[in-house]
């Protein structure tokens, strides 16, 4: 059984910072993409940041700099940084990984993580 773990977000001020990570654990032969998005009250989940398994990074729609993915060396953790929080950040930040996993075939699955609140408040 694969599962995604996240940890940090919480309540944070505006203008404040955050880290967020996530674990893969279980049973799995390979990570492909791995990477957050972020469901806010009321909208679609959108894509935050992910990264691919031979280094390369895609950002959503936000300022240059202002967000920042980063994966281990093992690469079965994956990190987000955000800087310069707005309220309008606020929602549920989900990791996300596509992983090869033996059924007995072969096959790429699409795995979740519960996801993990951040409020952007005074």
């Known amino acids: 059984q694969v599962q995604l773990v996240e940890s940090g977000g919480g309540l944070v001020q505006p203008g404040g910072s955050l880290s967020l990570s996530c674990a893969a654990s279980?049973?799995?032969?390979?990570?492909?993409?791995m990477g957050w998005y972020r469901q806010a009250p009321g909208k679609q989940r959108e894509l935050v940041a992910f990264?691919?398994?031979?280094?390369?990074?895609w950002y959503g729609d936000f300022e240059k700099g202002r967000v920042t993915i980063s994966r281990d060396g093992a690469r079965k953790m994956v990190n987000l940084r955000m800087n310069s929080l707005k309220p309008e950040d606020t929602g549920v930040y989900y990791c996300?990984?596509?992983?090869?996993?033996?059924?007995?075939?072969?096959?790429?699955?699409?795995?979740w993580g519960q996801g993990t609140q951040v409020t952007v408040t005074s």
């Open positions: 990264t691919t398994n031979n280094g390369g990074t």
């Open positions: 279980g049973k799995f032969l390979q990570i492909y993409d």
């Open positions: 996300n990984a596509d992983i090869e996993v033996r059924l007995p075939e072969l096959v790429r699955r699409d795995y």
